[in-house]
């Protein structure tokens, strides 16, 4: 019985941590991942430094695009990955927030930058290959040059 309510009071202590400590809640988060990634080698890991490569209409002239590289350093913590970057062109800085269901990862992102119309944010949905050195999808986004919802074929490669 003492073992069953010691038991309890940890569960207990262990949200209540969680509810008022943010980094705790991370600590734990990250611990179990570890532990999860030590028990199933299988399970993939995307964190680390990840290069983006899109296209996206050029500034001016949005019927003329290019192609914009990102370098992207992620967090994986359990289900959840976070991350931010930076463009290689008209420097923005973009943050992600996004999760994992088996191969795919699907998110969020908000970018800002140096001036007006470049801040905003957007969508993004990627298949991971099955070496976990790269993943494609589509990001889409709100364009204020077309007034339109814009997408883009994107790659990601672990560097």
Sequence with gaps: MD???GFVFGIVS????NFFSPAFSEWVVRSMSRLLHWAD???FDLTGIWEQTCLEPTPGEPTVLREVKERVELRQL????KGEGATTIDP???TYTMRVTRSMVFGSYNKRGQRGNITGSGMIQLILNGGSTQMDGYATWFDSDTDKIESSKVTWRRL
């Excluded at 359990?78 to 990955?81: F, K, P, R, S």
Aim: aromatic share 6%.
């Design 14 to 17: 262990g949200l209540v941590a």
């Design 3 to 5: 073992l069953l309510l």
């Design 92 to 94: 923005r800085n973009f």
């Design 41 to 43: 080698k299988e399970r």
């Design 78 to 81: 359990g289900v959840t990955v």
